[in-house]
């Protein structure tokens, strides 16, 4: 068995970082203390000389002390610097100073792009200085980085921002703001996000007149890169110039990595099969390219060693070119490596290669590690190479030009499965066949024929043009297929994240069952005297060096134990597989309920969402939130993937959870703000029935959701006052509102036949949920008049007072038009939980209402000071918790 030092110091500094990165305090000790008792135990069982040992121990500590001395550092100045607190900053209108050190995008009317700051001055509200400028000030927030978003005002000023580039000093004014925390548990945390760019301010401005640019007259760092942006804004024109627009886009991405107009529908469709990798410059791009100018090289007469030396060269200049993502320096600098290897005749072995890529990229920058970008370049590059030689003898029954294709797919499929349910939380049954059949026709034909039209395009435009046709019939090709594979709604299945422990498990299992399998299959492949010949080798007396490392008693161990493994490989191949089907299975399934059942209020802005989850496993979704737009924009400020809470948040939060379906989604009326999440959830997760107030609105997306839920075969129900429904025996949702109507439909009616109403807040669906004995009441954007009359049909039957109520959760978002006293008398809840938007426009939660919900002593919970709200209901009690702490209290609490 081989050693390979760098690789297991790169392995031992990982585990260092990534035990920092999870741990903190006496919990990061307890972790660096298990992983040097791993280590030690080693040394004991005589495996690993102590120099070694010592020196691994060391990469580990190494790791985890550098970064946490990141993390100390990784602060932001400007509270210090300018003397307020986080808070007061946060909101202030500032004057900043600063050089631009990345790309400047624009979509739509906003311009992204990040500063590097030479000074900042905190600003008036009549726009003069609030301090003065200062020589120690500008000292202490010089180097800081801030991510700037410009709103264009008008359609001339993207003439004005298109000048902006790399490398530019800016004078600006706009506000500070903190980046956007996750609001709902599972949820994409911006600031996070943005700390691992070592960022930790938006400054948002209105207006490119607002911005003055002075373009650099000296030579810096940022030079080379600001040239680079300028070729490859060439190079991305060229291609628009050769292309039509959806071609273009899925062009740039392909050829120099630059993703920005990629369609959103392509990008959709690649996705769902797992074909996103094929659009981001990776090893396959840099191997095609290092191979053809070796070919040329060679053609042109070269010596080995020039031929080696100028790729060497020509290397980082096509990273450069491609955007430099994670994936694509990876490649660079395996690359690289490699062809300095070959040069001095040194470090050949792939693994050596793939760990001096990763320490050098995690030494430069160690928050590359929780890039997803990195980690499945490198988890893929370096599965491939551990698992390809243990696949290969299982297919040896396939054609050798097949055995490679297949044995590189399957293991590519298996090795990043872990991490693409983890962090897309869907996985296609036909992806495997997807990338046998789409990778080798995109890289080993699109890819050449549009970079070869890209080169041709100024030097013969003719054959340009041809080439360009050609490449656009098989992208069609290619995006026919992709769509029609796509139809196949069934292949597709929605994982919830997993933990750490199961991924590790996952791959302990899958190399063991291939591992195996492959001696198992050589087993029976060899002749049977090979077999006795090897058996005396665990019998012998071999000398025993116990502080040489791995010398001939590993070897002799090594062989011991494949003698014995081939013996009981049969068996062996049972659990594993048993195992692993197992563990599939156990991550497939969603959380257990063990009897409780679980209701939450979600965050989703102005709106409202709350997903119910039944004792025995039902998912009910009440409402879908949306994003409310106000009048048609101008074709200019329209974005190329407007934020929309459906796609963007409620959808991701659901999949997050592994909800494989929804038994039921109840749409208490056709309000935006209720309905318009819900076509994005329509699209993406298989629903049983949709259960609304029996009305329609005559709005485009309002019928464009129902007609989804037509296609996809969803029964429509109409609900109204008296209906119940059981999920299980321990939950009942008894419909207290609307009022039944005639013309209500049962089943799933035809639209024309379902009557419009235009102002839906009435007729509001409102239900009572009975739950493990616990009652909550759902009301939707009801008014004040339903309120009563359900109060007052309830007084007619003798009813004086209802059942106490354990949550109610309030209506219309706290608006002053529901929630009236009589309603509050009637149901006496003990807590009511309110969903409304931070800083709303409306002014929700009205004062008044938050009054009479105070003198009812009713506990009030609110998402846009709170978060996510998630109560756990057994029959002893409902826990709460909740996702922020800016109500002054803890984040759990139990009734």
Request: hydrophobic share 45%.
């Amino acid at each position: 068995m081989k050693i390979r030092p760098l690789l297991s110091f790169t392995v031992c500094w990982v585990a260092g970082s990534a035990a920092a990165c999870l741990c903190s305090g006496s919990g990061l000790l307890l972790a660096w203390a298990g992983l040097i008792f791993l280590l030690m135990s080693l040394m004991v069982w005589g495996t690993m000389s102590w120099k070694y040992i010592a020196a691994l121990c060391l990469s580990i500590s190494l790791a985890a002390g550098y970064w946490e001395w990141n993390e100390v550092h990784n602060v932001s100045v400007l509270p210090d610097a300018l003397g307020r607190s986080v808070v007061e900053l946060n909101g202030s209108p500032v004057e900043a100073r600063g050089t631009i050190v990345s790309v400047v995008e624009r979509d739509g009317d906003r311009v992204d792009f990040i500063m590097k700051l030479s000074h900042m001055n905190l600003l008036a509200e009549d726009d003069e200085k609030a301090s003065d400028p200062m020589d120690e000030q500008d000292k202490r927030v010089q180097g800081e980085l801030i991510a700037v978003q410009i709103k264009l005002l008008a359609e001339q000023e993207i003439a004005l921002a298109a000048e902006w580039r790399r490398g530019d000093e800016l004078l600006l004014s706009g506000v500070l703001e903190e980046p956007a925390v996750a609001r709902n548990f599972g949820g994409f945390d911006y600031r996070t996000y943005l700390h691992t760019k070592k960022i930790h301010w938006l400054l948002k401005g209105q207006g490119a007149e607002n911005v003055r640019a002075t373009v650099p007259d000296s030579w810096s760092s940022l030079t080379i890169l600001r040239l680079n942006d300028s070729v490859r804004k060439v190079l991305g024109a060229e291609l628009d110039r050769l292309f039509q627009q959806r071609h273009s886009g899925y062009m740039k991405g392909l050829i120099i990595g630059m993703q920005d107009d990629l369609d959103p529908d392509t990008f959709k469709e690649f996705s769902q099969l797992g074909l996103t990798h094929i659009l981001a410059i990776s090893g396959m791009h840099v191997a095609v390219y290092v191979g053809v100018l070796l070919f040329l090289f060679r053609r042109l007469r070269m010596t080995k060693e020039t031929a080696l030396t100028v790729t060497l060269v020509l290397v980082p200049v096509y990273v450069l070119l491609s955007g430099a993502g994670p994936s694509i320096v990876r490649a660079g600098l395996m690359s690289m490596i490699a062809l300095l290897a070959a040069r001095v005749g040194m470090l050949k072995d792939g693994l050596n290669i793939l760990a001096a890529s990763a320490l050098v990229m995690l030494i430069w920058n160690p928050y590359m590690l929780l890039s997803v970008s990195f980690q499945l370049s490198f988890l893929v590059t370096l599965g491939l190479m551990v698992y390809v030689p243990l696949m290969n003898p299982l297919l040896s029954a396939l054609p050798r030009w097949l055995k490679s294709a297949v044995s590189v797919t399957l293991v590519a499929q298996l090795v990043s499965f872990p991490l693409t349910i983890y962090y897309f939380n869907q996985f296609s049954l036909l992806s495997l066949v997807a990338n046998l059949v789409f990778v080798p026709v995109i890289t080993f034909v699109v890819l050449p024929l549009g970079t070869l039209a890209l080169l041709l395009g100024r030097l013969w435009g003719g054959g340009a043009n041809v080439l360009a046709h050609i490449t656009e019939l098989l992208n069609n090709f290619t995006f026919y297929a992709v769509e029609w594979i796509n139809g196949f709604t069934g292949g597709v299945l929605i994982w919830r994240s997993p933990s750490l422990l199961w991924i590790g498990v996952y791959y302990v299992l899958l190399y063991g069952l291939l591992y195996v399998a492959k001696v198992r299959k050589e087993a029976h492949s060899a002749p049977q005297y090979m077999e006795d010949e090897t058996r005396p080798l665990a019998e012998v007396g071999l000398p025993v060096n116990r502080h040489g490392g791995f010398g001939r008693v590993a070897n002799a161990q090594f062989a011991f134990g494949t003698s014995m493994v081939g013996r009981w490989s049969g068996t062996i191949v049972l659990l594993s597989v048993v195992g692993l089907g197992m563990l599939l299975y156990r991550g497939y399934q969603s959380d257990g309920q063990t009897g409780r059942g679980t209701i939450s209020y979600l965050d989703i802005g102005q709106g409202d969402s709350i997903f119910i989850t039944t004792p025995s496993g039902a998912h009910i979704l009440v409402d879908g939130g949306g994003t409310s737009s106000f009048g048609q924009k101008e074709e200019w400020r329209v974005r190329r993937s407007p934020f929309e809470v459906g796609a963007k948040v409620l959808v991701p939060l659901l999949k997050k959870r592994g909800i494989h379906r929804l038994d039921a989604i109840i749409l208490t009326h056709g309000d935006q703000d209720h309905a318009g999440g819900l076509q994005a959830v329509l699209e993406e997760i298989p629903v049983s029935a949709l259960l609304f107030n029996g009305t329609l609105v005559d709005r485009e997306p309002y019928m464009e959701m129902m007609r989804t839920a037509l296609e996809r075969d969803v029964q429509l129900y109409a609900v109204h006052q008296g209906m119940t429904l059981s999920p299980d025996d321990e939950t009942e949702l008894s419909f207290l509102w609307p009022e039944g109507r005639d013309e209500g439909a049962a089943g799933t009616p035809p639209l024309v036949d379902i009557p419009l109403l235009e102002e839906q807040n009435h007729d509001s669906v409102a239900f009572r949920l009975k739950m493990n004995g616990r009652d909550f009441l759902f009301t939707g954007d009801m008014d004040l008049e339903a309120e009563e009359e359900i109060v007052q049909l309830a007084r007619q039957k003798g009813i004086s007072a209802g059942p106490a109520i354990d949550v109610l959760k309030v209506a219309h978002h706290g608006s002053k038009t529901s929630t009236g006293e009589a309603w509050l008398e009637f149901w006496q809840p003990a807590a009511a939980v309110i969903s409304a938007g931070v800083n709303n426009l409306y002014g929700h939660p009205n004062a008044e209402v938050l009054e009479r919900l105070q003198d009812s002593r009713a506990v009030i919970f609110r998402t846009d000071q709170q978060g996510e709200i998630q109560m756990r209901v057994r029959a002893e009690g409902i826990a709460v918790r909740y996702k922020l702490w800016e109500a002054g209290e803890g984040g759990d609490r139990r009734r």
